[in-house]
């Protein structure tokens, strides 16, 4: 066999789609964990400083938002290991479908373990999908807020009326009690806030880390994709011949 032949051979056993999958996985877990991480600790200090200047009245989400970052840590370190080995298992299914390494072989554990990461896929695609609109939560307050200094600033162009009355009041989303003081914000000090820097970043942060929470669901899609299909013919690649590119 020639150089040509065997760079033809292996690239035949590459799980492209699996490949895929692992790489669009990493990057979304990256921006999701990173820039939430970052959007998390941004929000605290947006709260602390404009909407609860007493501490004992956001202290439960200042510890909840510490154990979210905790998460993130965990989070990252698992879906980079669980990336790592589905890949793994593509490059070995694929190459023992397409008999690359001899004869076509599979034992019942070979199979159980295949059908363990199609369930675990499954599971994990589900819970990314409520990651995905649990990340999407933030973003919409962080819209609502621009949206209303936007409205303030249209005031103030047009010189229609005064947008001191225009408030924000975050007590309604309830990330922070009721007593908390002042709990709203209003006019130019409100526009002041959206005009800082822990604000614009903290709101596109979120949306990456919104975006990235959804490449993560795209690529956990392929990844059930593959592993099912990889499963399917591991089981009935004995009754007939059929091979795979996942």
Same mark, same amino acid.
């Given at each position: 066999?020639?150089?040509?032949?065997?760079?033809?051979?292996?690239?035949?056993?590459?799980?492209?789609?699996?490949?895929?999958?692992?790489?669009?996985?990493?990057?979304?877990?990256?921006?999701?964990?990173?820039?939430?991480?970052?959007?998390?600790?941004?929000?605290?200090?947006? &709260?602390?400083?404009?909407?609860?200047?007493?501490?004992?009245?956001?202290?439960?989400?200042?510890?909840?938002?510490?154990?979210?970052?905790?998460?993130?840590?965990? *989070?990252?370190?698992?879906?980079?290991?669980?990336?790592?080995? &589905?890949?793994?298992?593509?490059?070995?299914?694929?190459?023992?479908?397409?008999?690359?390494?001899?004869?076509?072989?599979?034992?019942?554990?070979?199979?159980?373990?295949?059908?363990?990461?199609?369930?675990?896929?499954? %599971?994990?695609?589900?819970?990314?999908?409520? %990651?995905?609109?649990?990340?999407?939560?933030? %973003?919409?307050?962080?819209?609502?807020?621009?949206?209303?200094?936007?409205?303030?600033?249209?005031?103030?162009?047009?010189?229609?009326?005064?947008?001191?009355?225009?408030?924000?009041?975050?007590?309604?989303?309830?990330?922070?009690?009721?007593?908390?003081?002042?709990?709203?914000?209003?006019?130019?000090? &409100?526009?002041?806030?959206?005009?800082?820097?822990?604000?614009?970043?903290?709101?596109?942060?979120?949306?990456?880390?919104?975006?990235?929470?959804?490449?993560? %669901?795209?690529?956990?899609? *392929?990844?059930?994709?593959?592993?099912?299909?990889?499963?399917?013919?591991?089981?009935?690649?004995?009754?007939?011949?059929?091979?795979?590119?996942?």
């Amino acid at each position: 066999m020639g150089c040509f032949e065997c760079c033809i051979k292996c690239l035949g056993g590459v799980p492209y789609a699996s490949l895929v999958a692992t790489i669009l996985c990493f990057s979304g877990v990256a921006l999701f964990c990173g820039c939430g991480h970052v959007a998390l600790t941004g929000t605290v200090s947006i &709260l602390e400083q404009h909407f609860s200047t007493n501490s004992s009245d956001h202290a439960l989400l200042s510890e909840v938002i510490q154990l979210m970052q905790y998460v993130i840590y965990g *989070i990252a370190s698992f879906f980079f290991l669980y990336g790592i080995i &589905l890949l793994a298992e593509g490059f070995y299914t694929t190459s023992a479908v397409k008999e690359l390494h001899g004869e076509f072989k599979t034992t019942a554990c070979g199979r159980c373990i295949s059908g363990m990461f199609v369930f675990l896929t499954y %599971v994990l695609g589900v819970a990314w999908l409520g %990651v995905f609109g649990f990340s999407a939560v933030p %973003v919409f307050m962080f819209y609502n807020i621009w949206s209303t200094c936007e409205a303030i600033k249209s005031l103030q162009t047009n010189m229609t009326a005064s947008g001191d009355q225009i408030c924000v009041d975050v007590r309604q989303y309830g990330i922070i009690p009721w007593n908390a003081v002042p709990g709203r914000v209003c006019g130019p000090t &409100l526009e002041n806030i959206c005009n800082t820097n822990e604000f614009y970043m903290s709101y596109h942060l979120f949306i990456v880390a919104c975006a990235g929470a959804g490449a993560t %669901v795209i690529a956990l899609l *392929i990844y059930m994709m593959a592993t099912t299909y990889n499963y399917a013919v591991l089981k009935f690649k004995s009754r007939e011949d059929c091979c795979t590119k996942f």
